[in-house]
Nanobody
Framework: EVQPVESGGGLVEAGGTLRLSCVASGFASRGYSLGWFRQTPGKEREGVSCIAKSDGSTYYADSVKGRFTMSRDNAKDAVYLQMSRLKPEDTAVYYC?????????????????WGQGTQVTVPS
């Protein structure tokens, strides 16, 4: 079983930066890609970014393009989400998940394993 564990959330001023980390032992050897979703109360979980296991290509939601960067460290079974120029609308619980990633988008049903989530708050 792959169990993602997130860290790095917190409170940050608008315009600031934050880096989320996710460690998921064995995800690559089991054929999974890792991705980040976020969710706010009353809304569906939104795919933010993922990085494909096959070739390292990345997907970004339009709402974060140019501000967020996802990277991976295969040796540490880890991925990171560097978030810059944060906006109040980025406030959400961010989840790391193991599943399928391609350039066309992220679908929550294609992710089998989920972390507990980490809160990111950007006050208005």
């Amino acid at each position: 079983e792959v169990q993602p564990v997130e860290s790095g959330g917190g409170l940050v001023e608008a315009g600031g930066t934050l880096r989320l980390s996710c460690v998921a032992s064995g995800f690559a050897s089991r054929g999974y890609s890792l991705g980040w979703f976020r969710q706010t109360p009353g809304k569906e979980r939104e795919g933010v970014s993922c990085i494909a296991k096959s070739d390292g290509s990345t997907y970004y939601a339009d709402s974060v393009k140019g501000r967020f960067t996802m990277s991976r460290d295969n040796a540490k079974d880890a991925v990171y989400l560097q978030m810059s120029r944060l906006k109040p609308e980025d406030t959400a619980v961010y989840y790391c998940a193991a599943g399928y990633c391609d350039r066309n988008g992220m679908r929550a049903y294609e992710y089998d394993y989920w972390g507990q989530g980490t809160q990111v708050t950007v006050p208005s």
